[in-house]
């Protein structure tokens, strides 16, 4: 999707605002091409993105690089999975955090989500894509001990501290993965769990943590499941009926996004651009296209010819810009002052010399 190719500049801007995207590797011109050619919302990082040489220093400039390429009429997202335990990309001299499971004591559950949001924001991030809030159903449930609790009360607590501690640093969250993994036996993944909760059980337990959460929620992650008392046809990243029930049912007001793209559950049962195009259409207001370049102009261009076509209203693409324009008014509300993630920083540095 090319100017060449007749694609207005004002399309490529809509698409790319419908898009957080990763890639590959270490490199700038990697990035900087996303950023010119792609013009995403947002960038994630993955453990693969940690330069090989510099560690947090070079991070840090890369991340700064990004940011100095990025269209600057709407800050960039920069975005990053960092639960602690099995789901944390970044090594030493970045703080090790527990898996969720592991740490019981919400007081001390916050003060270590703290520390590692400091350590974030320090290093040049906005966009923590956690808690998980998922309530787990027993020992074979998928997400294990990335769920806190199986008291869904307990959950919201310990997700309202993780939220709150993530705020205080300047960065946003993103409560995943509803309408709740809690159920799910099989990894998403590699294959499309079918949860086969009552919609009782769905309502009493695994909404209970968004619908206390309430207001506290910048951003919403679905899961790639298939939740036959909910839709009988379509996974939650397609269903209209999934995204009615966050944001009207349960007043949801800020951004809904998908989880990646590339995982089994989607690219080994739908066609990845039609996938995105009705993940979009269905209500979410941005799209994790989360490795591949190729992967990224399939999307680009299934967005482009659903938004010329008008597959995509303009109501809906205006709905989703509204939400993702709230969570960047979100972010300058509550950014640390610079001589305040400085001195995080020297911080975390320190860390790695006492090692």
Avoid at 313 to 322: C, E, G, I, M, N
């Amino acid at each position: 999707m090319t100017a060449g190719r007749g694609e207005s500049a004002e399309l490529a801007e809509a698409v790319g605002r419908l898009l957080l995207v990763g890639f590959e590797g270490r490199d700038m011109a990697e990035v900087e091409d996303l950023l010119t050619a792609v013009r995403p919302a947002g960038l994630i990082f993955f453990a693969r993105n940690y330069p090989g040489e510099g560690g947090p220093e070079a991070l840090r400039l890369l991340i700064d690089g990004a940011r100095r390429l990025a269209d600057s009429s709407r800050p960039l997202l920069v975005a990053i999975d960092h639960e602690g335990g099995p789901v944390q990309r970044l090594p030493a001299p970045y703080t090790r955090l527990p898996a969720a499971r592991a740490c019981q004591d919400l007081n001390e559950a916050e003060r270590l989500a703290a520390v590692g949001a400091r350590e974030l924001a320090a290093t040049g991030f906005n966009f923590n894509l956690a808690p998980v809030l998922d309530v787990p159903d027993g020992p074979e449930a998928f997400i294990g001990e990335r769920g806190f609790s199986d008291d869904p009360g307990r959950v919201a607590a310990w997700g309202k501290a993780l939220l709150a501690a993530y705020g205080r640093a300047g960065l946003l969250g993103a409560a995943k993965h509803f309408p709740g993994l809690g159920p799910a036996r099989l990894d998403p993944h590699e294959e499309l769990p079918v949860i086969r909760a009552s919609r009782e059980r769905l309502s009493e337990v695994d909404f209970q943590p968004y619908r206390e959460l309430g207001p506290d929620l910048a951003a919403v992650m679905t899961s790639h499941a298939l939740y036959p008392a909910l839709d009988p046809r379509r996974p939650a990243t397609l269903s209209p009926v999934v995204a009615d029930l966050l944001k009207r049912d349960l007043g949801f007001g800020g951004a809904l996004l998908t989880d990646d793209m590339e995982m089994g559950a989607i690219t080994r049962n739908y066609d990845l651009g039609e996938a995105a195009v009705t993940a979009v259409a269905a209500g979410h207001d941005l799209v994790l296209v989360c490795r591949r370049r190729d992967n990224i102009e399939k999307v680009r261009q299934a967005l482009g010819a659903a938004v010329r076509g008008g597959l995509l209203t303009s109501s809906r693409l205006a709905d989703a810009f509204r939400r993702t324009e709230n969570l960047t008014a979100r972010l300058a509300a509550m950014a640390a002052p610079g001589e305040t993630r400085a001195g995080w920083f020297k911080t975390l540095i320190s860390q790695g010399r006492t090692e």
